[in-house]
């Protein structure tokens, strides 16, 4: 009976001891506020999903849609002025 091997060298066994590089650890700090912005507006439509939405949840679903069209407007214009710094 034959053993069956790999015959090349495992592709991400290299990538899985690396941490991330500053770099990479920067534009997740600069994409933040989007971040938190999208995962409160998840939390939000989240809260919905098995019942009726009433007043405060569709006013709570709005204010988080805005802000996330805050968050990526202010990250596009980061972007479009090549700028790090974040207000």
Avoid at 4 to 10: G, M
Avoid at 11 to 23: G, H, I, K, M, Q
């Amino acid at each position: 009976m034959k053993t069956i091997a790999a015959l090349q060298a495992l592709v991400t066994a290299a990538s899985l001891d690396c941490e991330p590089s500053d770099a990479e650890l920067d534009a997740i700090e600069l994409e933040m506020p989007l971040i938190r912005a999208e995962v409160e507006l998840l939390d939000a439509q989240i809260t919905t999903l098995d019942r009726t939405p009433s007043q405060l949840d569709a006013r709570r679903i709005r204010r988080a849609r805005r802000q996330v069209l805050a968050a990526r407007r202010a990250l596009a214009n980061l972007s479009a002025a090549g700028t790090p710094e974040v207000a």
